[in-house]
């Protein structure tokens, strides 16, 4: 009798566990399936960044690219967000753009989620949460909020030491999946590296002249509310800080380390012809300091954590104690930085110029929200 | 009262009528990355300048003016690879040269309260008391510390709200 009751017990258990693994499992596969973007009328043509490295063709690591081709002859932009999929207005800015963006002169190529892999995990004991809705005129959209780094379902085990190719410089093991340090790549190398190959064949195929990365950081870490800018194209970072800083926004100018290597700003501009900028804004959400870790926090960017810590002076931290450091901001400021850092290229190469229009700028992003500027 | 008014009255003045002479040498006291902004103001008022982020007082040779842009930053030293001290024997031998052969110092302070108090206000103190005319972001004179320099060594200060805004004055201290 106690054994049947036993038994009976287990079954009762195993399907009840079936049943969580079950919506478990429709859970995570949702995790999979990329949100829908709805590009500008001024988009031309949208294919994969496998077309540019068939190496990852069929992987998590293949991602969508959108092109927008003005017909006119000038230079090409390059726009990527999702570098770090756990950076919301990384990815959202882009998707500003995307689905507002008319291009009168040259070209702009948009990849959203550089990192798709990193889109379908978030971070281990972070208590991240794995999306965000943004109210729009038309309903909600629900964006997902992802990891730092590529999925480990998709690569793995982490090496105990990450050997950087080809530099060599060794970081931790975590790292060989942070794929802004995996520039830049190569093709028989681990998914991550495979990744970043592509996005150097894509800039060296598509003749790429300037090419954005963007990026948010936690308040209280050194390069934040900064463009990160190539030493060979000082002059055109500079005359875009003063830009930014007549619009009221104050960006630092940070040169990239000729001797930390994988990143973007370095290896996309020592191993291509592109011109190439990083902008971090600051993001609560992500620091050591914050507080009760929600979709309020990564959305509305205040954290009395952070207000208190700047208020003891003891360190240099980007929080606005008045404000906090809201999506709109972070994203405004993606979006004027994006645009100032086209002009200033624009007035140094006149004969390959690239004109976009049609964006909303900081002030009206602050106004209206960032769904006013979201279709559907 | 008065008295304060009516220097402060020639003290605007004499700005307004301060010039100096091209070619014009840029350089930075602290290493701080404001000097390239300094040297793309320089630029897009087309003045005949040369930036030498270090310069040493051989430098100096040719030049009619020296911009100095004050503010100390642990980066910028690393980057140069050199230590706060010997950041500092360098600003002031090569201030001494240029007092010495008559050069004038215009120094020009934008990086605000980022580059005020703390390892900064060494470099700034030198810079402003060695300077003929200071220009200056009004945030980084929020406690008066320029202001109480250029009424101490009577030299002329010209505040302004924005970076950007420096462009001009600049511009004007060369026509
Ligand atoms: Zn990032």
Same mark, same amino acid.
């Given at each position: 009798?106690?054994?049947?009751?036993n038994?009976?017990?287990?079954i009762?258990?195993s399907?009840?566990?079936?049943?969580?693994g079950?919506?478990?499992?429709?859970? %995570?596969?949702?995790?999979?399936?990329?949100?829908?973007?709805?590009? =500008?009328? /001024?988009?031309?043509?949208?294919?994969?960044?496998?077309?540019?490295?068939?190496g990852?063709?069929?992987?998590?690591?293949? *991602?969508?690219?959108?092109?927008?081709? /003005?017909?006119?002859?000038?230079?090409?932009?390059?726009?990527?967000?999702?570098?770090?999929?756990?950076?919301?207005?990384?990815?959202?800015?882009?998707?500003?753009?995307?689905?507002?963006?008319?291009?009168?002169?040259?070209?702009?190529?948009?990849?959203?989620?550089?990192? @798709?892999?990193?889109?379908?995990?978030?971070?281990?004991?972070?208590?991240?949460?794995?999306?965000?809705?943004?109210? *729009?005129?038309?309903?909600?959209?629900?964006?997902? $909020?992802g990891?730092?780094?590529?999925?480990?379902l998709?690569?793995?085990?982490?090496?105990?030491?990450?050997?950087?190719?080809?530099? @060599?410089q060794?970081?931790?093991?975590?790292?060989?999946?942070?794929?802004?340090?995996?520039?830049?790549?190569?093709?028989?190398?681990?998914?991550?590296? !495979?990744?970043?190959?592509?996005?150097?064949?894509?800039?060296? !195929?598509?003749?790429?002249?300037?090419?954005?990365?963007?990026?948010?950081?936690s308040?209280?870490?050194?390069?934040?509310?900064? #463009?990160?800018?190539?030493?060979?194209? &000082?002059?055109?970072?500079?005359?875009?800080?003063?830009?930014?800083?007549?619009a009221?926004?104050?960006?630092?100018?940070?040169?990239?380390p000729?001797? %930390?290597?994988?990143?973007?700003?370095?290896?996309?501009?020592?191993?291509? @012809?592109?011109?190439?900028?990083?902008?971090?804004?600051?993001?609560?959400?992500?620091?050591r $300091?914050?507080?009760?870790?929600?979709?309020?926090?990564?959305?509305?960017?205040?954290?009395?954590?952070?207000?208190?810590?700047?208020e003891?002076?003891?360190?240099r931290?980007?929080?606005?104690?008045?404000t906090?450091?809201? #999506?709109?901001?972070?994203?405004?400021?993606?979006?004027?930085?994006? #645009?100032?850092?086209? @002009?200033?290229?624009?007035?140094?190469?006149?004969?390959?110029q690239?004109?976009? &229009?049609?964006?909303?700028?900081?002030?009206?992003?602050?106004?209206?929200?960032?769904?006013?500027y979201?279709?559907? | 009262?008065?008295v304060?008014?009516?220097?402060?009255?020639?003290?605007?003045?004499?700005?307004?009528?301060?010039?100096?002479?091209?070619?014009?040498?840029?350089? =930075?006291?602290?290493?701080?990355?404001?000097?390239?902004?300094?040297k793309?103001?320089?630029?897009?008022?087309?003045?005949?300048?040369t *930036?030498?982020?270090?310069?040493?007082?051989?430098?100096?040779?040719?030049? !009619?003016t020296?911009?100095?842009?004050?503010?100390?930053?642990?980066?910028? $030293?690393g980057?140069?690879?050199? =230590?706060?001290?010997?950041?500092?024997?360098?600003?002031?031998?090569?201030?001494?040269?240029?007092?010495?052969? !008559?050069?004038?110092?215009?120094?020009?302070?934008?990086?605000? =309260?980022?580059?005020r108090?703390?390892?900064?206000?060494?470099?700034?103190?030198?810079?402003?008391?060695?300077?003929? /005319?200071?220009?200056?972001?009004?945030?980084?004179?929020?406690?008066?510390?320029?202001?109480?320099?250029?009424?101490?060594?009577?030299?002329?200060?010209?505040?302004?709200?924005?970076?950007?805004?420096?462009?001009?004055?600049?511009?004007?201290?060369?026509?």
């Open positions: 009798m106690a054994m049947i009751r038994h009976l017990s287990t009762i258990i399907i009840l566990t079936a049943a969580m079950v919506i478990a499992a429709i859970a %995570f596969g949702k995790m999979h399936h990329p949100e829908v973007l709805y590009p =500008s009328a /001024s988009l031309t043509s949208k294919g994969m960044l496998s077309d540019y490295f068939d990852i063709t069929g992987t998590n690591g293949d *991602t969508e690219v959108y092109l927008y081709d /003005s017909g006119v002859a000038g230079g090409t932009a390059l726009l990527c967000g999702g570098t770090h999929a756990n950076e919301a207005a990384s990815f959202l800015s882009t998707v500003v753009i995307l689905e507002n963006l008319r291009v009168t002169c040259g070209r702009v190529i948009i990849i959203p989620r550089l990192n @798709n892999s990193a889109f379908t995990c978030s971070d281990p004991m972070e208590g991240f949460p794995s999306s965000y809705e943004i109210p *729009t005129k038309n309903g909600t959209r629900v964006f997902r $909020l990891s730092r780094v590529t999925n480990p998709d690569q793995w085990p982490d090496p105990l030491v990450f050997a950087q190719y080809p530099s @060599n060794q970081l931790s093991g975590f790292e060989t999946r942070n794929i802004n340090r995996a520039y830049p790549g190569r093709p028989d190398g681990t998914l991550t590296e !495979k990744v970043a190959y592509a996005i150097i064949q894509i800039i060296k !195929k598509e003749n790429v002249n300037i090419a954005f990365d963007l990026h948010e950081s308040p209280e870490v050194p390069i934040v509310n900064v #463009i990160v800018y190539n030493e060979k194209y &000082e002059d055109i970072a500079m005359n875009a800080v003063l830009g930014l800083e007549m009221g926004l104050q960006f630092s100018p940070e040169t990239s000729k001797n %930390f290597h994988g990143l973007s700003h370095r290896e996309w501009g020592d191993y291509t @012809n592109a011109i190439p900028f990083l902008m971090e804004t600051s993001n609560p959400s992500m620091g $300091l914050r507080g009760e870790t929600n979709v309020d926090l990564v959305l509305r960017g205040d954290c009395d954590n952070y207000k208190k810590a700047k003891t002076g003891a360190l931290i980007a929080y606005r104690e008045e906090g450091e809201p #999506i709109e901001h972070r994203v405004g400021r993606h979006i004027m930085g994006f #645009i100032e850092l086209i @002009n200033s290229y624009n007035y140094y190469y006149p004969e390959m690239i004109v976009v &229009e049609n964006l909303p700028d900081y002030d009206m992003i602050m106004e209206n929200g960032v769904g006013e979201l279709k559907n | 009262m008065i304060a008014i009516l220097i402060l009255f020639f003290t605007s003045l004499s700005v307004e009528a301060q010039k100096f002479k091209q070619p014009v040498l840029i350089s =930075s006291a602290g290493q701080s990355a404001d000097v390239k902004l300094v793309m103001l320089a630029q897009r008022q087309g003045l005949n300048a *930036t030498i982020l270090m310069a040493k007082s051989a430098d100096l040779t040719g030049f !009619k020296l911009i100095i842009v004050p503010g100390f930053s642990s980066k910028g $030293l980057a140069a690879g050199i =230590s706060q001290q010997e950041e500092m024997e360098r600003v002031k031998a090569l201030i001494k040269s240029a007092n010495d052969l !008559k050069i004038p110092i215009v120094m020009i302070h934008i990086g605000g =309260s980022a580059r108090q703390g390892q900064s206000d060494a470099f700034n103190q030198i810079v402003a008391e060695n300077s003929k /005319s200071m220009l200056v972001v009004k945030q980084g004179d929020e406690d008066g510390f320029f202001t109480t320099i250029s009424k101490a060594k009577n030299i002329p200060l010209t505040l302004v709200v924005k970076i950007a805004e420096t462009e001009i004055p600049l511009g004007n201290f060369f026509k």
